[in-house]
């Protein structure tokens, strides 16, 4: 059977995604995302900087999210995510479990914060960085899906897209609409300042 013998069906799955999409908007918890957006902005804008790190999709996410709080608000971040070499040879040399620790244990400064994005809440390589960072001082920072898993308890902050587990999609798409409202956000308190 051709692909365009089952145009019928293709428009049920579409409608049905963005049903659910709409559903999760609708309920989306804005005093929540507040809260976070006012812990990423209580950091020093000269002397620190966010951390941010994810697997999967969520790796592109924590990417797409430094590359947009570098390029349009005056906060520094860096995605862990990016250093493919590094997360290969750790993974090699030692064990995949540490490929964002190992990165925080030398990039984390006094006042820096953790950001993580994960739909489950499980990662073990999230949860070894969080654990890093807290022991630090530092402030982390939960971006979660599903009923939050581990990192909910981990996290010293967090928003979680509540969703049956293994709505990886939908969870995956706000996540990425948190990063560009807290972008936007961010973008006007730079020209309020500037």
Known sequence: MKLYEKISEMKDIIKNYLKKSLELINAFDVERLEDVIKCIGSINHIDNKI??????????????????????????????????GFITATSNDFNYDYIFKRQAERLYNDGDILIV??????????????????????????????????????????????????????????????????????????????
Do not use: W
């Open 51 to 84: 951390l941010i790190a994810g697997n999967g999709g969520s790796a592109t996410t924590a990417s797409h999210f430094a590359e947009d709080m570098n390029g349009s608000t005056d906060i520094t971040a860096i995605s862990l995510c990016n250093d493919i």
């Open 117 to 194: 994005f994960s739909a489950s809440g499980n990662s073990k390589n999230l949860i070894e960085a969080v654990d890093y960072v807290d022991s630090m001082g530092g402030l982390t920072i939960g971006i979660l899906g599903f009923d939050g898993g581990k990192l909910i308890k981990k996290c010293q902050e967090s928003l979680v897209i509540e969703t049956p587990i293994g709505m990886y999609p939908q969870v995956e798409d706000l996540h990425l609409m948190i990063t560009h409202m807290m972008v936007e956000c961010f973008k006007k308190e730079r020209r309020t300042r500037h």
